[in-house]
């Protein structure tokens, strides 16, 4: 299991490129120390407000959708995935009693609805941006509604071509 990555996967990528050009700045992979020794680390992080970001495989996390259940060695693989997906449950709950915000994605989820998804969750509607003078809208921040958003890559894919 080697080639399955932990970080920097073609839908957090994306999700990240996208915030940043709107002006928003992060912590990638950052390693939360929480009360009781829970150690959290979300995909996204924005220390100053709070908001942990999560962008969930499929697969690892068990998507009512488009998770899929191996036949092969089941024994193994079906507690293991419940398992993540209850770890999942308990980090929520120890960022949330943290007085974080918890946001979770699946990597099937178009960018624009994900990126509209963390910049409602991190309580603004333009992101900041020094080159704008306070009270304009920064032409960057502003989507065209006619475009249909653009879907977060799959993870499955490991080519860097």
Same mark, same amino acid.
């Given at each position: 299991?080697?080639?399955?990555?932990?970080?920097?996967?073609?839908?957090?990528?994306?999700?990240?490129?996208?915030?940043?050009?709107?002006?928003?700045? &992060?912590?990638?992979?950052?390693?939360?120390?929480?009360?009781?020794?829970?150690?959290?680390?979300?995909?996204?992080?924005?220390? +100053?407000?709070?908001?942990?970001?999560?962008?969930?495989?499929?697969?690892?996390?068990?998507?009512?959708?488009?998770?899929?259940?191996?036949?092969?060695?089941?024994? &193994?693989?079906?507690?293991?995935?419940?398992?993540?997906?209850?770890?999942?449950?308990?980090?929520?709950?120890?960022?949330?009693?943290?007085?974080?915000?918890?946001?979770?994605?699946?990597?099937?989820?178009?960018?624009?609805?994900?990126?509209?998804?963390?910049?409602?969750?991190?309580?603004?509607?333009? +992101?900041?941006?020094?080159?704008?003078?306070?009270?304009?809208?920064?032409?960057?921040?502003? +989507?065209?509604?006619?475009?249909?958003?653009?879907?977060?890559?799959?993870?499955?894919?490991?080519?860097?071509?």
């Amino acid at each position: 299991m080697r080639a399955n990555r932990r970080t920097d996967t073609k839908p957090e990528l994306a999700l990240r490129h996208a915030l940043h050009r709107l002006g928003y700045r &992060y912590r990638k992979d950052y390693r939360l120390d929480l009360d009781g020794g829970r150690r959290v680390r979300p995909d996204i992080a924005f220390t +100053a407000r709070k908001v942990a970001v999560f962008v969930d495989g499929c697969f690892w996390h068990a998507c009512p959708e488009h998770g899929s259940k191996p036949r092969a060695n089941e024994w &193994y693989w079906g507690p293991k995935l419940v398992r993540n997906v209850e770890r999942d449950r308990i980090n929520d709950a120890a960022l949330i009693l943290a007085g974080w915000t918890v946001v979770r994605l699946w990597e099937h989820v178009p960018l624009g609805e994900a990126v509209s998804t963390v910049v409602t969750a991190l309580g603004a509607g333009t +992101a900041p941006n020094p080159a704008t003078a306070p009270g304009q809208a920064s032409q960057a921040s502003q +989507a065209d509604p006619a475009d249909p958003p653009e879907p977060i890559p799959p993870a499955a894919d490991d080519s860097r071509g």
